[in-house]
């Protein structure tokens, strides 16, 4: 789908007022102007923790939701029940068509390690694409410092890839700063976190990291694959992610 110039241009308007801006600051304004429009997809990573500890606040009514791939963590799918305690807010999960063991039964096995794009296509971004169906545009936790293809990002952006606008309220932030907020407030996070998974996504992709190495440097570890396809930028009439 082709962008409309007027809606790029406030896009772009958008992008420069807020460029600068706090979280919460961009939060309120997403909530303001796409109101029931607008949605956030959490893996519950520290992130997006922080941003549900913001929504509390602001309107815990913005319609979040997990990609349930049926590779997740024990302690992440934890984790959504101790922000639900926390926050009365529930995180809905979106699912396959199929479950683990028709897909791998279905695939001769499991793809992770053999196809491991087609299978986030098929668990991740195929669910998302039927999950923002409706909505105008959605909230993400990307940092700028994650990877190249993030660094590209705007604070408002068109998305090419989910025809939204996606909205990045943590752009700015970094690692440190994400910590400082979850300890100054209490945040819930992942346990693993404090094991050496500073990211976590599907346990047969992710692995604990060393001291020192990239944050990412666990995830798909050992291939050359960076993202599961939600965040990589498409470029498409002078650009979008
Ligand atoms: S992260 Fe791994 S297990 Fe999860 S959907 Fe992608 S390839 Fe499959």
């Given at each position: 789908m082709i962008v409309l110039q007027s809606q790029a241009e406030e896009i772009a308007e958008a992008n420069e007022l807020l460029a600068d801006a706090p979280a919460e600051t961009i939060l309120r304004w997403a909530v303001r102007t796409y109101r029931e429009k607008l949605t956030m997809a959490t893996a519950f990573g520290a992130e997006g923790c922080c941003i549900l500890h913001l929504l509390a606040e602001?309107?815990?009514?913005v319609r979040t939701f997990n990609l349930d791939t049926g590779y997740q963590f024990a302690e992440t799918l934890e984790l959504r029940e101790r922000i639900r305690e926390r926050?009365?807010?529930?995180?809905e999960y979106i699912r396959p068509e199929s479950t683990v063991a028709e897909y791998e039964a279905e695939h001769g096995g499991p793809l992770y390690n053999i196809r491991p794009d087609q299978c986030c296509h098929d668990r991740k971004i195929l669910p998302l694409r039927q999950a923002v169906v409706g909505y105008d545009a959605w909230i993400s936790a990307i940092?700028?410092?994650?990877?190249n293809h993030r660094a590209?990002?705007?604070?408002?952006?068109?998305d090419a890839k989910f025809n939204l606008v996606k909205i990045n309220?943590?752009?700015?932030?970094?690692r440190k700063d994400v910590w400082s907020f979850i300890l100054k407030n209490d945040i819930p996070y992942n346990p693993l976190h404090d094991r050496g998974y500073p990211s976590i996504g599907c346990w047969p992709c992710t692995a604990s990291v060393g001291e020192g190495e990239d944050e990412r440097a666990g995830r798909w570890a050992g291939s050359g694959k960076k993202e599961c396809g939600l965040h990589v930028v498409e470029v498409e009439d002078g650009g979008g992610i």
């Open positions: 602001i309107d815990p009514n926050y009365g807010i529930e995180v940092r700028r410092d994650q990877t590209v990002a705007g604070v408002v952006q068109w309220p943590l752009l700015n932030w970094t």
